[in-house]
């Protein structure tokens, strides 16, 4: 396990205390850690891959790259083919992710598709995010990574199964128990801000003003606003469960 090899990826940037924080502590457990990550902030880039334009790559630290202009996609994407030379690392991380990724986010989220992008590489892949909006306890939340890279480095991970790790903001202690939960709903309450330019021209502003997602029991929202470190895992088949035991549509 001391032999694994981690790439860390986010879609917070290269510099984010998230990812840099995590990266301190498992690189104190295992044998190879990068860091491959976006030089900017691009929460909300969604699993967007770079391919109407060519990308370089830039190393900041011995074992810290960033990818100039490169999504979090594009980040797992070239970690794998150039940082790695082409060897799969045994497990790609997305995060810590600046707040969290819950119902609904996980479509825009970067973080996710991190995991997303590694998961369809073949490679055990989680994304981890941080359920606060400020004093964000990354010390913690890491020893809950370094466990879980534990867990998964030791029984893999189902095929085209991925997971998406939220992490209340808590002392490591105070965490409780894992819960294996399903996506949740937001309740959107996303406001359009308007402003005028210096000229007098309208401008917008798409902003979460509020955080609110449905309470329903064992969804990821419900899991961490009870103290529970909420794990879905997500597959790569998007389709609709219902056509599993076969539907109908348009007569
Ligand atoms: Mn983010």
Redesign the pocket.
């Given at each position: 396990m001391k032999d694994a090899s981690v790439l860390l990826v986010?879609?917070?940037g290269y510099f984010s205390e998230g990812i840099l924080t995590l990266y301190e502590v498992l690189k104190k457990e295992f044998k190879t850690v990068k860091v491959v990550a976006p030089d900017r902030?691009?929460?909300?880039a969604g699993h967007a891959l770079t391919f109407t334009k060519p990308l370089r790559i830039r190393q900041v630290d011995p074992d810290v790259y960033t990818v100039i202009e490169g999504t979090p996609a594009d980040c797992v994407h070239l970690g794998v083919a150039v940082v790695f030379e082409g060897k799969k690392p045994d497990v790609v991380v997305s995060g810590i992710?600046?707040?969290p990724n819950l119902g609904e986010d996980i479509t825009y989220?970067?973080?996710v598709a991190g995991a997303m992008e590694g998961a369809i590489l073949g490679i055990p892949s989680m994304a981890v995010s941080l359920f606060a909006r400020e004093d964000f306890r990354f010390a913690d939340a890491s020893l809950v990574v370094l466990d879980l890279l534990k867990k998964v480095l030791k029984t893999g991970l189902p095929k085209n199964l991925y997971l998406n790790v939220n992490v209340p903001n808590l002392p490591y202690k105070e965490l409780k128990a894992y819960a294996i939960t399903r996506q949740g709903h937001r309740i959107y309450k996303e406001a359009v801000i308007r402003y005028r330019d210096p000229y007098g021209q309208p401008i917008y502003w798409i902003a979460a003003t509020e955080f609110n997602w449905s309470s329903e029991p064992w969804t990821d929202y419900w899991a961490v606003a009870q103290g529970f470190v909420s794990i879905t895992p997500l597959d790569l088949d998007l389709t609709n469960p219902a056509v599993k035991k076969g539907v109908a549509l348009f007569r």
């Open positions: 986010n879609d917070d902030n691009l929460s909300g992710n600046q707040g989220s970067g973080t």
